[in-house]
């Protein structure tokens, strides 16, 4: 089992910063990726970004120059969101990719309002 954490969203003006955390804990050396979701108020959940298990990354076309996925070790993924625009606003999930299942955090919610 893996357990997953996030941290923070808040509310931020259009054309402001961000940074997403994700916290993993559990069996983390059976994660092969991870990733970040989002799902805003009546639209499905979609891609944001994701390491692959290569290694290489995946954006969204929407997101692509203004946001950027690291990882600084097995335990901890950040998502860095710049030029923030409204319709980035949403709530961010953090996912891992285990053995044979996705497992999802609970959520953090981001806001983009002037």
């Known amino acids: 089992q893996v357990q997953l954490v996030e941290s923070g969203g808040g509310l931020v003006q259009p054309g402001g910063s961000l940074r997403l955390s994700c916290a993993a804990s559990g069996n983390i050396f059976s994660i092969a990726a991870m990733g970040w979701y989002r799902q805003a108020p009546g639209k499905q959940r979609e891609l944001v970004a994701a390491?692959?298990?290569?290694?290489?990354t995946n954006y969204a076309d929407s997101v692509k120059g203004r946001f950027t996925i690291s990882r600084e070790n097995a335990k901890n993924t950040y998502l860095t969101m710049n030029s923030l625009k409204p319709e980035d606003t949403a709530v961010y999930y953090c996912?891992?990719?285990?053995?044979?299942?996705?497992?999802w955090g609970q959520g953090t919610q981001v806001t983009v309002s002037s």
């Open positions: 390491f692959t298990s290569g290694g290489s």
């Open positions: 996912t891992a990719d285990g053995l044979n299942r996705r497992y």
